[in-house]
């Protein structure tokens, strides 16, 4: 019979199995960014959401030339998430912990 991992170990096994990855965050970012995919995994569902819907409508609207304001800021909103993925991920971790910890 194999001894029972103390509850320390479990809460680092379950930590290291849901923290987020700055690596992966950022070739989603570098990749999906402009849909806000980096957000969603990053667990900002709501703002990742909010990318989403303005580039999809975005993208449409450039068959009429208005779309392009929304690229642009989308491009903006693209360019100053890459300051802010370290944050986010850290953010993100560190409510892990809360839960894992109780």
Wanted: proline residues 4%.
């Amino acid at each position: 019979m194999t001894p029972r991992p103390s509850p320390d170990v479990l809460a680092r096994l379950r930590y290291e199995a849901a923290s987020k990855s700055l690596v992966l965050a950022y070739l989603i970012w570098f990749f999906l960014g402009y849909a806000g995919v980096h957000r969603m995994y990053l667990g900002r569902w709501i703002s990742g959401l909010i990318m989403l819907a303005i580039s999809g409508l975005s993208l449409l609207l450039t068959l009429i030339f208005i779309g392009y304001l929304g690229l642009a800021f989308i491009t903006l909103w693209w360019l100053i998430d890459a300051l802010l993925i370290p944050g986010m991920a850290q953010r993100a971790n560190n409510r892990l912990i809360d839960r894992i910890a109780g």
